[in-house]
């Protein structure tokens, strides 16, 4: 099953939302904190024009605590085929792990180092079959996620963009104030400033 997903900015605060969702009849469902650690090969040159590509071949250690009681890590590999810079499905590979910090020494090992760390709290509001995921990033703000649930399998590029545009729309309808992006990447925009941020250090 191939299930795609839309996330765009929120120009409004946490507060904000939750008053706006509860008024409507949506109940905060969930609350988690995700840490994840992006790691690539060592001699791997990271320049503007290439970013989602090294972003494609990265390995994340991942810390995730659920309603502050569970708590996960794990290595991840995400499989991202995209269209331009538009995400058109995503698979992922877990697995388990008892030790953050002998995974990143063991991937240290053998040529990788870290890009990139993406912090994150996440707060998801539910009506009905209907959920809205809040992540609130560290050095980006607050993004909200939506996944759709239909099967995309035989979905073509065109397809899915346009069922993205309209998932969009059908965020709009519960009054947030959500910009016209679709498919904000967490990673990508980090390492974008970083290097945003390194070559005016150069420059000055």
């Known amino acids: 099953m191939k299930q795609i997903e839309v996330t765009t900015r929120v120009n409004q605060s946490l507060e904000e939302v939750d008053n706006l969702l509860t008024k409507q009849g949506f109940q905060l469902i969930r609350k988690s904190r995700i840490e994840d650690r992006y790691m690539i090969l060592k001699n791997k040159k990271v320049t503007q024009r290439n970013i989602i590509k090294t972003l494609q071949n990265c390995l994340l250690i991942r810390y995730l605590l659920v309603n502050e009681t ?15 810079k538009t995400v058109m ?6 697995v388990s792990i008892d030790d953050i ?10 040529g990788f180092r870290k890009l990139v760390d993406v912090k994150y709290d996440v707060i998801v509001y539910q009506k009905n079959h209907l959920e809205l995921a809040f992540q609130n990033v560290e050095g980006l703000g607050l993004l909200l996620e939506y996944e759709n649930n ?19 729309e059908e965020i709009k309808q519960y009054q947030l104030n959500v910009t ?6 967490k990673a990508y925009e980090l390492v974008k400033k970083q290097l945003e941020n390194s070559n005016e250090l150069q420059k000055s």
């Open 70 to 84: 569970e708590t996960l890590k794990k290595i991840t590999y995400k499989n991202k085929t995209y269209h331009g």
């Open 89 to 94: 499905s995503e698979e992922k590979i877990n």
């Open 101 to 110: 910090d002998k995974m990143q020494k063991l991937l240290e090992c053998v």
């Open 150 to 168: 239909k099967d995309f399998s035989q979905a073509s590029d065109y397809e899915i963009i346009k069922e993205k545009e309209k998932m969009l």
């Open 180 to 185: 016209e992006e679709y498919d904000i990447k």
